[in-house]
């Protein structure tokens, strides 16, 4: 695991918009959100939530719902007007993909709309994909 973040903290200084590949692109690995406390999770949620809803009965606020979040195509929710890069991206959301991307949203994909400066404390961002993980279950 140190050494995965090294690599991406590596990628993420030198402005890299994609990520180092291996295992990383299986949205059903659980590497990350396994060291994360989800009730530790669900109070950071709290920053999240004035942008997103977390199931698909409620509408999309600032920021798309994130109901069935991981394993969906980046920028395809069809209720959401993403930004251009967005909606141009080429990749599926895993952890680690997920782990980049609230680092810090504007390293990891330049030109995004997210305002969030991101999550600079790797268990926060553990924390929190434990409880994504359970809260984001589509139809639930």
């Not at 090294?6 to 060291?35: Q, V």
Request: charged share 25%.
């Amino acid at each position: 695991m140190k050494k995965y973040m090294a690599a991406l903290s590596l990628a993420m200084l030198c402005g890299a918009a994609t990520l180092p590949t291996a295992a990383d692109d299986n949205p059903a690995s659980t590497a990350i959100s396994a060291h994360g406390d989800a009730e530790k999770g669900k109070r950071i949620f709290n920053r999240c939530k004035a942008c997103h809803n977390l199931t698909a009965a409620e509408r999309s606020r600032m920021g798309p719902n994130l109901d069935g979040l991981f394993g969906r195509q980046a920028g395809s929710k069809d209720d959401y007007k993403y930004s251009k890069a967005l909606a141009e991206a080429d990749f599926v959301w895993t952890e680690e993909k997920l782990d980049a991307w609230l680092g810090s949203p504007k390293t990891f994909l330049p030109g995004n709309k997210m305002a969030f400066a991101g999550l600079r404390k790797e268990q926060d961002r553990m924390d929190l994909m434990a409880y994504l993980r359970t809260a984001t279950v589509a139809g639930e």
